[in-house]
């Protein structure tokens, strides 16, 4: 890969400067109706005396456009001029934009007329809500071209660890979020799925094929459902209609892959397909898994694809999927030093895991146009997960050396400790429809149903047998066995559904003053459990148009995730839980500075109740209670403040600052036992509660430099060949802090003593703690950096990137292993890491 890269590097830096040129295509529409816009003047702002005007379709085209990164500036009578920034521009490219324009009230006096930076982030509500578009997604530091990842530099976003890209949003639980792609609703986008959450190591979506992201942390209006923290609502690209193939090859941390796209049908239809493999995989088929130094290699591909076919000019057809497949074996390692146990003969457990997954979502969309009036979108969907996961413990015997090395080892019993074999598929349809009423009034109006398409979830378990010395006297007074787990239980295909619907109505009540009212309904047949959820949100512009307040409420219903609902014996213990519930009240100001910079300063608080909690935590005052039922008694609540400054790239610079103060506490569940140990009931940290977040990011643009040096003396010149150096680049940094996440500190007592294997008898049991998140863990800071460049020749492109992450090798913490033994061993997350990535455009 390195050779490649040079290879690369050395043969754009040999070609001498040339004119190189692309153009620039778009569409511009109303933003509220998707309605194409005719007549937009579309001006390129660093080059003036270049820009273009829309047809009657919205289309537009700028020609002989010097390669490079733009903005481009879009106006139109009646709305609020847009700019869209680091549009770029590559050789024999034509570079395609979508932009949305807002409609302006009618400004009363003079004001000053600003262009609007954040014309996407309105589509969601007024608060809580950022809009990014693809080129910022992927030129995002520190991210490894991850949309989650980017999504945990927003203010309020936090992460748990670096190997997990779950979003944790105002203290929620990573479960707690929304991910729509086109108009689908998807459970996850991520290799190597948790079946609880949305979060993964590695994120299957393609960010060549990203438009733009809208996402909200909260306040969102009726026509999201069934979530109770957040919504990321993506828009993917269309394939480029003027060309009948074009593409790209890239390598980079996501995979090795490709993308291709092209139109047919005289432009009327479009396709764009992306095909990546795991990248270490494909360096272990080249070099073997020795040479790279791992023991384990995620072996994983993707695929992806959109196709489109305008069937009128009223009327559009989208077809996309989305597919993953992952496999990974993790063998425990018998013979790891262990410092801690210096000449030591011991025996005890050593974990292996075999992990394979697929997860998929495919679509069909038809989008109408009724003039300038509104539209609607018909969407008729599979989704579907698969788990196999296989855990087995090898009991082992070892032998340990002055120095804590294992100088001898044997397995004595091996056994499976848990099996997952589990199948979840839906088929969904989905309706929205919004109607411009009055220039003042929009309604808009929607339904979705679900149904099972197949769930099967068998799972299987050892029993956990523990004995108690209760009086501490060397007599084992108690024995308890939590029976083998043999969880089965199947659905068939129309047998549950999923039901909701909601109307909502945006009205602008003076040119100052615009708010929205809705209120939504959600059923679960499975659950029976049903819920009326009212939303409403407020936008003041207290100084036109720079200043506004904002402020919305609103009520949040969540099904469980299926595998829930179960219990150890397959039977219906947990089927009629209540849907988790959750209340958002947020109150903020955004003020616009200069040229595309926004701050805003927002204040929300948020209270759940209905949340499942297991009765044997409950009741976990008397330890040998054993219990798998679940009862919605849980409550807790987050509040906090947030302040975020975006700047937008004007001139060369871009950047974010973001800064969240929070504290999310559990109301503590657990009940006093007579004749136990007290329980200091009352509240404690949550498990996501991370009290301070920071992150800083920023970037400058740089620009002429190859031109710069082939200018200089030969001395200079011909030396400079062989650095990785252009015309055009970007070099970023992202720094992040984080308090340090709770958890509940572990007690090895001698008095419980578990059975390994069915073996032998430990010398001691690790037990939970009564004082629940009592300490954390040290906080989490980490200096990202990354060069990114990209060379323009004739016929094709390389855009090329390095970055360094944790640049300081700082060593974070991510929690720690309590062995059977006695010993605690320390888990960190990543050290100083080199990534690197290579994409040719042709």
Do not use: C
């Not at 799972?459 to 029976?483: A, E, P």
């Not at 199947?490 to 209120?519: H, M, W």
Request: aromatic share 12%; charged share 20%.
């Amino acid at each position: 890969m390195k050779k490649i890269l040079l290879l690369a590097l050395l043969v754009s830096s040999s070609i001498e400067a040339q004119d190189r040129f692309g153009s620039l295509q778009g569409q511009i529409v109303d933003a509220a109706t998707l309605q194409p816009l005719a007549g937009a003047n579309i001006v390129v702002v660093e080059k003036p005396a270049l820009g273009s005007s829309t047809d009657s379709s919205g289309y537009f085209v700028v020609n002989h456009l010097d390669v490079g990164e733009y903005s481009v500036k879009v106006s139109l009578l009646g709305y609020k001029s847009a700019v869209l920034t680091n549009v770029v521009v590559s050789t024999g490219r034509s570079t395609k934009v979508k932009i949305r324009l807002n409609e302006e009230a009618v400004q009363v006096g003079a004001v000053e007329v600003k262009a609007d930076y954040f014309s996407a982030e309105g589509m969601i509500g007024p608060v809580s809500t950022v809009g990014l578009s693809g080129a910022e997604v992927w030129r995002s530091p520190g991210a490894d071209q991850d949309m989650q990842r980017i999504m945990q530099n927003l203010p309020g976003v936090a992460s748990s660890t670096d190997e997990n890209n779950e979003l944790i949003v105002r203290g929620g639980s990573p479960d707690e979020n929304l991910t729509v792609m086109d108009h689908i609703e998807i459970p996850s986008t991520n290799h190597y799925p948790n079946q609880m959450n949305s979060g993964g190591p590695i994120n299957m979506v393609n960010v060549d094929l990203i438009e733009d992201i809208r996402f909200s942390t909260g306040g969102f209006p009726a026509n999201y459902g069934d979530k109770l923290s957040s919504v990321m609502d993506i828009s993917m690209r269309e394939g480029d209609k003027d060309r009948t193939v074009a593409g790209n090859a890239a390598f980079n941390f996501a995979g090795i892959g490709s993308v291709l796209e092209g139109g047919f049908a005289d432009g009327k239809g479009t396709w764009v397909f992306s095909a990546r493999q795991s990248l270490l995989e494909f360096i272990n088929q080249i070099v073997g898994i020795s040479s790279i130094g791992l023991t384990a290699i995620p072996k994983y591909y993707d695929l992806q694809g959109k196709g489109t076919y305008e069937l009128s000019p009223t009327q559009k057809l989208t077809v996309n999927g989305i597919f993953g497949n992952d496999k990974i074996f993790i063998d425990g390692i018998p013979d790891q030093t262990n410092t801690q146990k210096r000449n030591v003969v011991d025996s005890s457990n050593v974990e292996n895991v075999d992990d394979r997954s697929q997860q998929f979502a495919v679509g069909a969309t038809l989008r109408t146009l009724y003039g300038a009036e509104g539209y609607s979108l018909l969407s008729v969907y599979m989704i579907g997960n698969r788990y196999d996961v296989n855990v087995s413990d090898d009991f082992t015997f070892r032998q340990y050396d002055a120095n804590g090395k294992v100088v001898r080892y044997q397995t004595l019993l091996s056994q499976p400790t848990y099996v997952n074999n589990s199948i979840e598929q839906m088929l969904g349809t989905k309706y929205d429809f919004l109607y411009r009423l009055t220039p003042y009034n929009e309604l808009s109006l929607g339904a979705i149903g679900l149904t099972t398409q197949k769930f099967q979830d068998n799972v299987y378990f050892n029993s956990d047998t523990l004995r108690y010395d209760l009086n501490h006297d060397g007599i084992w007074d108690t024995t308890t066995t939590y029976q083998n787990g043999r969880i089965s239980k199947q659905i068939g295909f129309g047998e549950q559904f999923k039901l909701g619907g909601y109307v909502s109505d945006k009205i602008s009540f003076s040119e100052r003053l615009t708010g929205t009212a809705g209120l939504r309904y959600d059923y679960f047949t499975y659950s029976k459990k049903g819920n009326w959820s009212p939303r409403i949100n407020f936008s003041y512009e207290l100084a036109p148009p720079s200043t506004k307040l904002n402020f919305a409420y609103g009520e949040y219903y969540q099904t469980l995730a299926l595998p829930t609902y179960g219990d150890n014996s397959g039977g219906d213990k947990n089927r009629y839980l209540d849907n988790s519930h959750a209340r958002h009240f947020i109150a903020g100001i955004e003020q616009l500075w200069g040229e595309g910079l926004k701050a805003t300063l927002e204040a929300y608080y948020k209270s759940y109740d209905h949340l499942p909690v297991g009765e044997q935590f409950i009741m976990s005052a008397d330890q040998t209670f054993r219990s798998d039922s679940l009862v919605s008694v849980g409550k807790r609540t987050s509040k906090g403040i947030e302040f975020f400054l975006q700047q937008k790239q004007v001139e060369d610079y871009y950047g974010t600052i973001s800064v969240s103060y929070t504290g999310t506490r559990t109301i503590d569940p657990r009940v006093n036992i007579p004749g136990q140990p007290a329980i200091n009931v009352g509240s404690y940290p949550f498990d996501y509660d991370f009290p301070l977040l920071i992150t800083l990011v920023a970037g400058k643009v740089v620009k002429n430099v190859r031109t710069s040096l082939d200018d200089m003396p030969f001395y200079l010149k011909y030396p400079a060949k062989i650095l990785p150096l252009s015309d055009d680049m970007e070099i970023s940094f992202r720094f992040r802090y984080s308090s340090g996440q709770p958890y509940t500190p572990e007690v090895y007592t001698p008095y419980i003593q578990a059975r390994e294997a069915g073996v032998a008898w430990t010398k001691g049991y690790w037990s939970t703690g009564s004082e629940v998140n009592s300490v954390r863990l040290p906080a989490y800071h980490r200096l990202d950096i990354q060069w990114l460049s990209r060379w323009h020749l004739s016929g094709y492109n390389i855009v090329a990137y390095i970055a360094v992450q944790n640049v300081y090798n700082r060593q974070n913490v991510a929690g720690y292993q309590y062995v059977s033994d006695g010993t605690i061993n320390t888990i960190y997350q990543f050290s100083l890491l080199p990534i690197g990535g290579m994409t040719i455009e042709f």
